[in-house]
């Protein structure tokens, strides 16, 4: 007889779950986020032409104000869902080597789909819009070590917060690949040099002011 009060163990041949009791507990929450996610674009659309109008009212270009506020409002509506989702406790159901596993791709080989998919995902909006919104972060090595210091910092609040999660190496490589690939997806707005000339000459004014102040 199976004791009731007994975790749940992971299923030989499918995979440890590191990070959730069982593939259904996981895929519910998956949909509750893209439920949540798709309800709020309508606010999340107002938020981004309320913030592109204020701009083009503070005398940036159309394409200026709308490229921002698109960048500002994606970064957090892609993210924030998703950490939040990292942030929930798991069941007792834990990985065999322990609370923390520092041994990069151990983990990664026995990792279901839906954990690599949902291990990506977390950072898809970091990597694609910050560059657009922040000049400092138009290079794939900084996206790259930005999305890196991010996950080891989730990784770390789950350990510290002793949230029943495994704690891993491959987390942060799946997390880091997935803000990396975004950015390079995303890499031929972002470097197009016209936005990057609208953003001086909002930042600035006009070329002949940039010229005056580097004088």
Same mark, same amino acid.
């Given at each position: 007889?199976?004791?009731?009060?007994?975790?749940?163990?992971?299923?030989?041949?499918?995979?440890?779950?590191?990070?959730?009791?069982?593939?259904?507990?996981?895929?519910?929450?998956?949909?509750?986020?893209?439920?949540?996610?798709?309800?709020?674009?309508?606010?999340?659309?107002?938020?981004?032409?309320? &913030? #592109?109008?204020?701009?083009?009212? $503070?005398?940036?270009?159309? +394409? %200026?104000?709308?490229?921002?506020? !698109?960048?500002? =409002?994606?970064?957090?509506?892609?993210?924030?869902?998703?950490?939040?989702?990292?942030?929930?406790?798991?069941?007792?159901?834990?990985?065999?080597?322990?609370?923390?596993?520092?041994?990069?791709?151990?983990?990664?080989?026995?990792?279901?789909?839906?954990?690599?998919?949902?291990?990506?995902?977390?950072?898809?909006?970091?990597?694609?819009?910050?560059?657009?919104?922040?000049?400092?972060?138009?290079?794939?090595?900084?996206? &790259? #070590?930005?999305?890196?210091?991010? $996950?080891?910092?989730?990784? +770390? %609040?789950?350990?510290?917060?002793? !949230?029943?999660? =495994?704690?891993?190496?491959?987390?942060?490589?799946?997390?880091?690949?997935?803000?990396?690939?975004?950015?390079?997806?995303?890499?031929?707005?972002?470097?197009?040099?016209?936005?990057?000339?609208?953003?001086?000459?909002?930042?600035?004014?006009?070329?002949?002011?940039?010229?005056?102040?580097?004088?």
């Amino acid at each position: 007889m199976i004791d009731p009060t007994r975790p749940p163990q992971p299923t030989p041949g499918l995979g440890v779950i590191i990070n959730g009791s069982s593939p259904h507990d996981w895929i519910d929450r998956y949909e509750t986020v893209a439920l949540l996610m798709l309800a709020a674009m309508p606010l999340v659309a107002l938020t981004i032409w309320a &913030l #592109a109008r204020r701009r083009r009212y $503070s005398g940036s270009t159309t +394409t %200026t104000a709308w490229r921002t506020s !698109l960048a500002e =409002v994606g970064i957090l509506y892609g993210t924030l869902p998703w950490l939040w989702l990292t942030m929930l406790p798991a069941s007792s159901a834990r990985d065999t080597h322990g609370p923390v596993s520092l041994v990069p791709l151990r983990d990664l080989t026995t990792m279901p789909t839906y954990q690599i998919v949902g291990n990506l995902l977390i950072f898809v909006a970091l990597g694609a819009f910050s560059p657009v919104r922040f000049t400092a972060l138009q290079s794939i090595p900084r996206i &790259l #070590a930005v999305a890196a210091a991010c $996950s080891v910092l989730i990784e +770390t %609040t789950q350990y510290v917060l002793k !949230l029943d999660r =495994v704690s891993s190496v491959d987390d942060v490589l799946l997390n880091t690949a997935g803000a990396g690939l975004a950015a390079l997806a995303s890499r031929r707005w972002w470097r197009t040099r016209n936005w990057l000339a609208e953003r001086e000459t909002a930042e600035f004014g006009s070329p002949d002011r940039c010229a005056g102040m580097v004088r």
